[in-house]
């Protein structure tokens, strides 16, 4: 698959602030399981550059916050990998690809990750045996927990998709 540069940087971008955003939170004192800090730049990604490089920038992003970081820990680092790699994926696939509109796309796809996530502790406890926490704590975490992290990310990923696409077509001239 062939990529525009602009996308390729955006990405990259896009993954820095995955990276800068969740140590900001951690430096400040605040907890990243109820901002969820990292989620916000997947999403973006996927809802802007499409549902490839959305998946890479999800799995990708909480790997190297693990490398430099040592946050998420392991094992809850493969917990991440997967629930935003596929808010990446499902995002951009919801969006760019099948054309729903934003904001269904955008829940749709916290949905689908959080599922996602506690998905995998149930193969992650059953095929390495790894003591996880349950399933339904995952999911109560992710959601009562993070409730101020979905609101913020429910109000400002609209804003900035929106005036990425607007800016994207004044400077195409479209």
């Known amino acids: 698959m062939k990529y525009k540069t602009k996308d390729l940087v955006m990405a990259a971008v896009l993954l820095a602030i995955g990276i800068v955003l969740p140590m900001a939170f951690h430096m400040s004192g605040i907890k990243g399981s109820i901002f969820s800090p990292m989620h916000l730049p997947v999403l973006l990604a996927g809802l802007i550059l ?6 890479v920038v999800g799995i990708l992003a909480p790997i ?12 809850f680092l493969w917990i991440m990998v997967v629930e935003l790699g596929f808010y990446g994926l499902i995002s951009g696939l919801l969006y760019k ?3 729903m509109k934003l904001m269904p796309s955008l ?5 689908i990750g959080r599922i996602g996530g506690a998905l995998s502790i149930i ?8 003591k996880l926490p349950s399933p339904m704590l995952f999911l109560k ?3 009562i927990t993070a409730i101020p992290g979905i609101i913020i990310q429910i109000l400002l990923i609209p804003i900035l998709v929106n005036f990425y696409s607007n800016k994207n077509r004044s400077i195409l001239g479209q």
């Open 123 to 130: 193969l992650f406890t059953l095929v390495f045996g790894l």
């Open 64 to 75: 190297l916050n693990s490398l430099i970081t040592g946050m998420p820990q392991i094992p």
């Open 97 to 99: 690809k099948i054309g």
């Open 50 to 55: 499409g549902p490839s490089l959305g998946l």
């Open 141 to 143: 975490g992710s959601t």
């Open 107 to 111: 829940i749709f796809s916290m949905i």
